[in-house]
């Protein structure tokens, strides 16, 4: 008997600093997140397709699809921000 799945995963990158919110309208420390279709084989991942990348709002969850350049822009500029705990003290 052989036990496979498959689905979609969403992974967080990085937290990407201190937004509003166009849905909710709250200021809030974004999620950078990559969502991707899956398979696996006895609960061992197998393969990833479909990469997509989200800035996602922690509070209402909405989701605003960024371009692959558009990533590695941002987490160039993530290196440099505060941990999001100390940014929200302030």
Known sequence: MIIFG???KSKK???VGL???????????F???ELSNKVSIYFIP???WKKQ???V??????GFEIEEND?????NECIKLPDSKISLEI
């Not at 937004?19 to 420390?29: A, D, G, H, I, Y």
């Not at 709002?57 to 909405?62: Q, Y």
């Open 31 to 33: 999620e950078l997140r």
């Open 71 to 75: 990533k590695n822009d941002i987490l």
């Open 53 to 55: 990348n989200y800035l």
């Open 6 to 8: 498959w689905g979609k």
């Open 19 to 29: 937004m509003r919110c166009k849905n909710c309208n709250n200021m809030t420390v």
């Open 46 to 48: 197998v393969a990833k």
């Open 13 to 15: 990158i990085a937290d």
């Open 57 to 62: 709002c922690p509070v209402c969850d909405a």
